[in-house]
């Protein structure tokens, strides 16, 4: 299948090229990203093209280069927000997470890019009084300004349990597979109530 046409409209889903990762993304994070094998610098550059998305997917078995990877089923939409190619042949580039989705169904193009189709997974119901928001909402602010405000994607949302959950999985230091659950979750409050109950193990918030 031609990258060409791989991009759906108009569909409860819609084809997308899939880039495994051993990263887990999530809506609303920024993803800084290296670029040099040719089908995803093709892909890169269709998707600009395009103003189109990509797929980012855990990786399960495989590497992220080279043979195509065993990668999870739910995985997270990005768009490339920043391009730079400071050195030839490598791509430097920045994508946002958008939604979350589900594989439909996958196949491999000749030159090893996977396609999938993709169904959107149902956003989630405001929290904006789940238990443990205000204390997590505090943590999380405070890393965020050690980190570094440019890191993150405004606005910063620290009254909204989905918001706050989804960008402390993405900075604490948590295992991948544990970081995939967190995102396959699809209730923000169970999701915070989770990581709530981690920073408070780790003497994190008191």
Not at 20 to 38: H, Q
Not at 45 to 63: A, N, Q
């Amino acid at each position: 299948m031609s990258i060409l046409n791989i991009f759906s409209a108009g569909r409860r889903t819609q084809s997308v090229p899939i880039f495994p990762l051993n990263t887990v993304l999530y809506p609303g994070a920024l993803l800084p990203l290296r670029i040099f094998e040719v089908r995803y610098m093709d892909m890169a550059k269709e998707c600009l093209k395009r103003s189109s998305p990509f797929g980012v997917c855990l990786i399960t078995e495989g590497e992220e280069v080279g043979t195509p990877a065993a990668h999870e089923r739910v995985g997270c939409l990005a768009r490339l927000v920043d391009v730079d190619m400071e050195e030839l042949g490598v791509l430097k580039a920045r994508a946002e997470g958008v939604e979350r989705f589900r594989i439909v169904s996958t196949e491999v193009g000749k030159q090893g890019l996977i396609v999938g189709e993709v169904a959107p997974l149902a956003a989630e119901a405001d929290a904006i009084d789940a238990p443990g928001l205000a204390d997590c909402a505090e943590f999380l602010r405070k890393a965020i300004m050690g980190i570094g405000p440019e890191r993150f994607r405004e606005p910063f949302r620290f009254d909204d349990a989905t918001w706050v959950g989804f960008r402390l999985a993405e900075i604490l230091p948590l295992r991948n597979d544990v970081k995939q659950k967190l995102l396959e979750l699809t209730d923000g409050g169970l999701r915070l109530a989770v990581i709530d109950k981690f920073l408070r193990q780790q003497k994190l918030i008191a």
